[in-house]
């Protein structure tokens, strides 16, 4: 009965937003100008309400950057892209250089959007102050959860006071309508869509609110939205990093260069989270000391790419007490973005209502990923919300796609941040087909491997999708194959 209500609550919250969505005016054109940092892209903005059940409230501007079809002649339209986060500035990655394959890039102009809040968009704007606060990341007592929720809860205020209305509204499924209406002013009759990790969640909530405005859309390393507590959450996500810890393991076991090859690495790792848990680990560069949950994060960070040979580096000389190369080092690859919690808080609602609950949430995760303990961005999302200010406007609910053209979605069997089991979920809601990269990383379009290339190029040129359980073989990290230039991936790391 419980999950019956759950989906009827998830139903009505589907259908409120389906009908609070105005019809659309005529958009606007864009004014494309030349980007004043990067040659060859054009740069541009698309007005949009910041309440769309209340267009009279406001309005927001959004970021674009666009490279142009290298082939004017074989032009299909436009592919809008986005690169995840929560956060992540798709316009800044296009400026960047972020792009798909050339036979991809050749029949379609290439457009990346900043998400309202982000980068080049009318930004949410949080105080100084308290961002950098200090406050108790893994909280040890009641008094020290009560910390974090104070902390959390004065962020967010700042976040509402200094942005006005928008700190209230940076969900994904305003997103889903901002993309509906840069569809519209591109002149593009149906959406053509390549978002990848959180970048996925926007690509759903489109496809469930303007199921006959799809054309394709790729998915890659997919969100699910039906995680409806902080528990499945934190131990679906931890589980995923272990799993590619036991692959980094093996390739250390069979690969001579690696830094860690011929010793426990296991054992070694465990023995840096014991002597982190008591305060005894440093930074053999810095000195400063080093957490758990840096910790963590260092060795979840190394799993995107992945970068296993740096981060043995960085596990050694953190074992050996001596500085890494410049080269190995991780800690600079992890971007800060002060937007993380106004959209996941208003996306996820995960309530843990004290210590004793978060602690036990702790321990469960431990016990399941004895290597790295807890993955530590999951860990970072569900505790940012403890004391939030901000009610959820777009809780979870099982993905319903009605009336769309296949979708394609894209994962590898081992991703450190949108576990493998996230996208054969959405799969399975939707219908959709799920294509498997058999190997490591985040992000599997842009792993080298030509299975998954081609596959998804022919998906978005033709709309021909591969067969359902098509799996594609992994591309050894280090190999010529994997040393082979393949489409640049977004720089941006999170979700």
């Known amino acids: 009965m419980a999950g019956v209500a759950k989906l009827l609550t998830a139903t009505a919250v589907l259908g409120s937003l389906l009908a609070a969505t105005p019809a659309n005016a005529a958009p606007a054109a864009i004014d494309w100008q030349p980007c004043?940092?990067?040659?060859?892209?054009d740069c541009g903005t698309v007005t949009v309400p910041i309440d769309w059940a209340h267009p009279d409230r406001g309005t927001a501007s959004i970021a674009l950057a666009r490279r142009k079809a290298t082939?004017?002649?074989?032009?299909?339209?436009?592919?809008?892209?986005?690169?995840?986060?929560?956060?992540?500035?798709?316009?800044?990655e296009?400026?960047?250089?972020?792009?798909?394959?050339?036979?991809?890039?050749?029949?379609?102009?290439?457009?990346?959007?900043?998400?309202?809040?982000?980068?080049?968009?009318?930004?949410?704007?949080?105080?100084?102050?308290?961002?950098?606060?200090?406050?108790?990341e893994v909280p040890r007592n009641q008094a020290e959860f009560e910390q974090l929720a104070a902390y959390n809860r004065k962020?967010?205020?700042?976040?509402?006071?200094?942005?006005?209305?928008?700190?209230?509204?940076?969900?994904?499924?305003?997103?889903?309508?901002?993309?509906?209406?840069?569809?519209?002013?591109?002149?593009?009759?149906?959406?053509?869509?390549?978002?990848?990790?959180?970048?996925?969640?926007?690509?759903q909530q489109?496809?469930?609110?303007?199921?006959?405005?799809?054309?394709?859309?790729?998915?890659?390393?997919?969100?699910?939205?039906?995680?409806?507590?902080?528990?499945?959450?934190?131990?679906?996500e931890t589980q995923s990093v272990q799993a590619e810890f036991g692959e980094f393991v093996a390739w250390c076991d069979r690969t001579p260069s690696c830094a860690l090859h011929g010793r426990d690495v296991s054992k070694l790792t465990r023995d840096l989270q014991d002597k982190a848990a008591r305060g005894e680990l440093k930074d053999p560069q810095s000195g400063e000391v080093v957490t758990p949950l840096s910790?963590?994060?260092?060795?979840?960070?190394?799993?995107y790419g992945p970068s296993w040979d740096r981060l043995a580096t960085v596990l050694k000389s953190l074992a050996d007490g001596t500085p890494p190369p410049a080269s190995a080092r991780l800690k600079d690859d992890i971007p800060v973005n002060t937007v993380f919690q106004s959209v996941f808080c208003d996306d996820w609602n995960l309530p843990v209502h004290n210590y004793a609950e978060l602690e036990a949430y702790r321990r469960t995760a431990a016990a399941l990923a004895p290597d790295v303990k807890v993955n530590s961005l999951g860990w970072r999302a569900v505790t940012g919300c403890v004391g939030w200010p901000n009610k959820t406007s777009n809780p979870q609910h099982p993905l319903q796609v009605h009336g769309a053209p296949p979708l394609l979605m894209l994962s590898s069997k081992y991703d450190p941040a949108t576990p493998y089991a996230w996208s054969q979920a959405a799969a399975r809601q939707s219908g959709s087909t799920l294509l498997t990269y058999d190997g490591w990383g985040h992000g599997a379009y842009s792993k080298n491997s030509q299975c998954v290339i081609k596959a998804t190029d022919d998906y978005l040129i033709t709309g021909k999708l591969p067969a359902r359980g098509t799996h594609c073989a992994a591309v050894e990290p280090g190999s010529a194959e994997a040393r082979i230039a393949g489409p640049k991936p977004p720089s941006t790391i999170g979700f």
Not at 210 to 230: C, E, G, I, W, Y
Not at 295 to 303: E, K, R
Request: hydrophobic content about 40%.
């Open 155 to 203: 962020l967010g205020e700042s976040c509402n006071r200094l942005s006005g209305p928008l700190g209230r509204f940076g969900d994904t499924a305003s997103v889903a309508r901002d993309m509906d209406a840069i569809r519209a002013a591109l002149g593009d009759r149906k959406l053509t869509y390549y978002g990848v990790s959180y970048g996925t969640l926007m690509g």
């Open 36 to 41: 004043a940092d990067a040659p060859g892209v």
């Open 71 to 92: 082939d004017p002649a074989a032009r299909i339209g436009s592919i809008l892209m986005d690169p995840g986060g929560p956060g992540g500035p798709g316009a800044g």
């Open 94 to 136: 296009v400026e960047a250089g972020w792009s798909l394959s050339p036979e991809i890039t050749k029949r379609f102009d290439t457009v990346g959007f900043d998400p309202r809040g982000v980068g080049g968009s009318t930004q949410i704007k949080c105080g100084l102050d308290e961002v950098i606060a200090d406050h108790p």
């Open 295 to 303: 910790l963590a994060g260092l060795i979840q960070g190394s799993f």
């Open 206 to 236: 489109y496809a469930e609110l303007f199921p006959d405005k799809v054309r394709a859309l790729v998915l890659d390393s997919n969100m699910d939205h039906s995680q409806f507590t902080a528990f499945q959450f934190l131990n679906s």
